[in-house]
């Protein structure tokens, strides 16, 4: 089955820690992208990759820093420079381009806890 | 930029109808979408209206106006598995096609 998987489903960290979070899809997707979700806040937008080996920064990516070295992988690094790093995190993808919907297929997030 | 509202919270109860409004303001208008997020889940698309008018799926559908800049979702023969958050989302500017989310609306379906 087609999809995007997100590991881990919980992670804790202690402040002053990077942590990676995955994303992989296997829709063949060429766009990617990274949300936050915050009680309230709705979906932020942190990141995202229309095409491989290229990325723009949304509207919060201070912190933060991703990587598209691979059409179906698309990491986040969340840094110790982001000062509030504990929140729900959510991948997506689309198809690119000129496509008229723009339907976005999402992961089934992973929840940071830094203390 | 671009600015969505919509009502943080909605109730209603089981076999009801209830309505979900959102507006929008954007500079260059391509569609308004609504997803589905089930808490602690991930958000499922549900609807995306470009044009003027009803779009109809099952017990769902969506209206926009757009010399309104109005759109709303309607879910009739409310079940209490409809009871989750909707976002309506509207394309950004500028050539790309990233959707721009409002805060969302918790729905809560009583028996």
């Known amino acids: 089955d087609g999809g995007i998987t997100q590991s881990p489903k919980y992670l804790f960290r202690k402040e002053g820690q990077n942590v990676t979070l995955s994303c992989e899809q296997n829709?063949?997707?060429?766009?990617m992208y990274w949300y936050r979700q915050d009680p309230g806040q709705g979906l932020r937008l942190i990141y995202y990759?229309?095409?491989?080996?290229?990325?723009q920064k949304g509207d919060i990516a201070e912190g933060y820093s991703v990587s598209r070295e691979k059409k179906e992988s698309f990491p986040l690094t969340v840094t110790s420079a982001q000062k509030n790093p504990t929140a729900f995190y959510l991948c997506?993808?689309?198809?690119?381009?000129?496509?008229?919907?723009?339907?976005?297929?999402f992961g089934p997030g992973t929840r940071l806890t830094v203390t | 930029g671009q600015s969505l509202e919509q009502p943080s919270e909605v109730t209603a109860v089981e076999g009801a109808i209830v309505q979900i409004n959102c507006t929008y303001q954007?500079?260059?208008?391509?569609?308004l979408s609504w997803y589905q997020q089930h808490d602690g889940g991930a958000p499922t698309f549900l609807s995306y209206?470009?044009?003027?008018g009803l779009e109809e799926t099952g017990r769902f559908s969506s209206f926009l106006s757009r010399s309104d800049s109005y759109g709303y979702l309607l879910l009739q023969e409310l079940q209490m598995k409809d009871s989750a958050s909707y976002f309506c989302?509207?394309?950004?500017?500028?050539?790309?096609?990233?959707?721009?989310f409002g805060r969302g609306t918790s729905l809560i379906v009583h028996p």
């Open positions: 997506a993808s689309s198809i690119a381009g000129t496509g008229i919907t723009h339907e976005q297929y």
């Open positions: 829709l063949n997707h060429d766009a």
């Open positions: 990759s229309q095409i491989v080996n290229d990325f």
């Open positions: 954007t500079s260059g208008f391509y569609g």
């Open positions: 209206n470009a044009l003027d």
């Open positions: 989302a509207v394309r950004r500017t500028g050539g790309s096609y990233i959707p721009t």
